[in-house]
């Protein structure tokens, strides 16, 4: 696998250098505290589980954290709150901070955004390219070096309100974790219910006074999954599709203990009219 990640370096490595990617990291979690922290209320259940994975686990063992996704804003400002600030401002001393993906027709428009996403450890994905692009083999690769890798295993922000279904891709970066690494990493799940309040579909600027949820889980198991993930062909593929569903199942489990997202989808009558074009036709008080 070495041999496909090649162009690794340029892609991980912070345009502005260590000192750009720990401000950039310091700015970005600082704004993401003050409107989850301050403006807003948010309660984190189970946190010490998740910085005991975090801070503490086995040096070079891989953490995957995964969770359901209701807003733009999802992360970096869910993880701004999950985090210690100092632990994003220490960057260049430890490397901890999580990677994410983001799609590149989003994060990567114009150079500067590149180069700012570049900075807060964010990897351009692209849709539509499929699971072997070389970004997702670069994700993987981060993992089986030991580092945080932060997946929305929907692949999309979801309006629905509940969870939609789980994309391969999370399946493929944990088995080719483990084929470049030999050690299976942890993965570990998180549900958050609350975003679409400060910031619905449609909104420019986060909103303040409420409420968010964030409920961690305990690790994922796939360890009877993980022999598999050395096959070829159909049979690995197979892997892929049920250490996903694996997580899925984990997944949902958590949404079930959690405070529920409500839908940000129009209303739609029985006839199939959203409320928005049911409402025109309504005779006024005066008529």
Known sequence: ????????????????????RVITLAAVSLTGKFVLNWWNTTEIKNQSTFLQHLQHRQQGLGLITVSNHTSTIDDPFVISAMVPWSYFWTEHRHHGVRWALCAKEICYINQFLGQFFQSGKTLAIERGKGLNQPVMR??????????????????????AGTMGAFKWGIGKIVCDSIRSGQQLPLILPFYHSGLADILPKGSMAPRPGNKVTINVGSLIDVSDLAPRCNCEGNELQQAWKEITSRIEDAMRHLESQSVPNKSQMPRVDKEGESAAEIAPKLPSKTE
């Open 1 to 20: 696998m070495d041999s496909v990640l090649e162009p690794e370096e340029p892609i991980i490595s912070p345009p502005w250098g260590e000192i750009g």
């Open 138 to 159: 670069v994700a993987a690769q981060r993992v089986a070096r030991g580092d945080w890798l932060h997946v929305f295993p929907e692949g999309r922000v979801g309006y």
